[in-house]
């Protein structure tokens, strides 16, 4: 199930968005003001933004920048400003869409599901970022708190397999056969254990209290942003 995070202060609009696209595999949260959106999204994660400019506590452009600052879920204005300058300001700080009032739903639908599909390819495409987290797989960056972070090979194979198959459980047996695939010997169990490990200490705040790499208990791993938790 994706969530996606309307943020409309018009309540008839907002329904009904969320009721034309109830049978798609959506679950939608949705805020009325700027406060109540910046709470959801601290303490959710959402894999779409339908955004608002003009709310009733605030501008959705300043509600825009601070998520840009945190993280690049894919944000699509929905808006009655319609002005060229309100088009290329929207592009300019971080949206991703912007489609003017009155709308088509169906277009609507199309454009939510082409950025959700965008946003899932830009993930395999070897690069993910999350609140103060940014990794390109590619180019072998891995950068936390503005900081550069070494990563062994091993220790880049386990991560990106966890950050792509985020919010899934990865059983123990699964993840040594990935990661270890190619090993011309027998691989001791232990050795996974060693390398969350040493990923927890490069990537979390408190290794002895995970966020990001949880162990499910009896089954595996899982890679969850810190808004899941």
Same mark, same amino acid.
């Given at each position: ?33 700027? *406060? ?12 779409? +933004? ?16 601070? +998520? ?43 454009? +939510? ?43 880049? *194979? ?17 993840? +040594? ?17 060693? @390398? ?18 949880? @162990? ?14």
């Amino acid at each position: 199930m994706q969530r996606i995070l309307i943020v409309e202060d018009d309540t008839a609009l907002s329904n009904g968005i969320a009721l034309a696209m109830k049978k798609e595999e959506f679950e939608f949260i949705q805020c009325f003001d700027k *406060k109540s959106a910046e709470r959801a999204f601290a303490s959710q994660k959402f894999e779409l +933004i339908i955004l608002d400019i003009n709310l009733p506590d605030g501008s959705g452009l300043d509600f825009c920048q601070m +998520i840009r600052k945190r993280s690049d879920v894919p944000i699509i204005f929905l808006t009655a400003n319609d002005m060229e300058i309100d088009v290329v300001t929207g592009f300019e700080i971080g949206a991703d869409d912007y489609i003017t009032k009155p709308f088509s739903l169906a277009i609507l639908r199309a454009r +939510i599901l082409a950025q959700l599909r965008k946003n899932g390819e830009k993930t395999k495409s070897g690069k993910y970022s999350e609140n103060e987290i940014c990794f390109d797989f590619d180019a072998m960056l891995f950068i936390k708190d503005g900081k550069d972070i070494e990563l062994s090979k091993t220790e880049q *194979k386990l991560l990106r397999i966890l950050v792509e198959n985020r919010g899934n459980i990865l059983t123990r047996d699964m993840l +040594i056969d990935k990661v270890w695939s190619d090993a011309s010997e027998f691989v001791n169990e232990n050795a996974l254990s060693v @390398t969350i490990r040493r990923l927890r200490n490069k990537l979390e705040d408190d290794p002895s209290q995970p966020v990001y790499i949880q @162990t499910v208990y009896g089954m595996g791993y899982s890679w969850k942003v810190k808004s899941d938790v």
